[in-house]
């Protein structure tokens, strides 16, 4: 059985192969791979492990109605089953798209662009999955907190991509290799020459001293510095030496990141939620309704600034002191810590907004939402922005 995922509609002629197609290389026949409801977002990723269960990696959520099946989810006996749960941020284990997935046995590797996955510390962009008995989740023997980077990707030719490194710092080697031999030659011309001026003052004439040794003068005749010809041979023998030559790997193309045509509250004065976390399914009774548009599946970022009293000097908005205490008011916007990450589907989504982020409630004040759309090569879209108001 082959199975192709990606960005398509209608895989085969069925209208719930959307996605993700399997296909019988026997027949050559054409399937859907779920049963209730079509894939909600493309798939990057697959991979197979050795018992033959395949993973799916992606932006999609709910697959088969399955609340924990968001971004990453495995098909075992025609069945599909979520890869567990414990991320901060959702039901699901992996909070925002999966770029690339990897088997080795039974064991998966799973390149995100979230962190603590399943609710792991030290599980950040890169972890280890497995579904021999249940979704058990391990950050990877090298990933203490923070050590991948968030456009971490894994595939079966990392090497290559390491070796083809290694060929383009070649040439830069090769230039400090020559920088180190002209410095050597120079520091070789220099003590010919002071060799050269102690035997003029002291080497007598003739060469030979009394006790039949040769002068200073004379040694300082037979060291010369090599001649123009010598140096261009040294180099051709050099850059004749073979180096160890791989394939380059075919480059791989990622999908830009979501255009946000439209971010709207449905009120911008509400209560904050005192438990909970930064959003939920839209259901309101203490928040707001947040909707916004998007051109494409996709993953949008949403941070939050709070409005602070400030003094305009210069065209700039600075903090109040007694010396700018004369001039001009103005709204400084200062970051709140914390952010979360929604999966959204092409066109119209909405979440709802509970006044809580990082943990933490906010507390009365003006404020701003800021979203933005986030690509699997760590591109983003223009920010949206948005005003509310918190009140007790």
Known sequence: MLYVGGEFHDGGGFASADYLVACDLTTGQARPTVTTAAI????????????????????????EN??????????????????????????????????????????????????????IAQADNVARGTARTGARWAPTPAGTDGWFPPATSIDAADELRLEALRRRQLPERRRQSRGRLHRGLRRQRLEHRRIQRV??????????????????????????????????????RRASQPHRLQPTPTPTTTPASPNISALRLSRTT????????????????????VSFTLDKPGSVRFTIDRAA????????????????????????????????????????????????IGGKTLKPGRYRLNAKGIGPAASSSPTKRTAFKIVR
Not at 40 to 59: E, F, R
Not at 111 to 116: H, L, R
Not at 218 to 232: T, V
Not at 326 to 349: E, H, Q
Request: with cysteine; hydrophobic share 35%; glycine share 14%.
């Open 40 to 63: 909600s977002g493309p798939v990057y990723a697959l991979t197979a492990d050795s018992n033959g269960v395949l993973y799916a990696g992606g932006g999609f959520t709910n697959l």
């Open 66 to 119: 399955l609340p924990a099946a968001d971004n990453v989810a495995y098909l075992a006996g025609g069945t599909w089953h979520a890869m567990g749960s414990g991320s901060p941020l959702c039901d699901c284990a992996v909070s925002t798209f999966v770029r690339s997935l990897t088997a080795i046995g039974t064991d998966i590797y799973v390149g995100t662009d979230s962190t603590n996955v399943a609710g």
């Open 199 to 236: 035997g003029r003052r002291a080497a007598p004439r003739g060469g030979r001293r009394a006790d039949g040794l040769r002068s200073a003068r004379s040694r300082a005749r037979s060291a010369k510095p090599l001649r123009g010809w010598q140096l261009h041979e040294r180099r051709r």
């Open 270 to 289: 509400f209560r904050a939620a005192p438990s909970g976390g930064p959003f939920r399914a839209a259901r309101v009774a203490i928040g707001t309704i």
């Open 309 to 356: 009293s400030g003094r305009k000097v210069k065209s700039r908005c600075v903090k109040p002191s007694a010396k700018n205490r004369g001039k001009p008011r103005c709204d400084r916007w200062l970051a709140v810590k914390g952010s979360f990450t929604v999966t959204g589907r092409k066109g119209v989504n909405k979440i709802e907004l509970r006044g809580r």
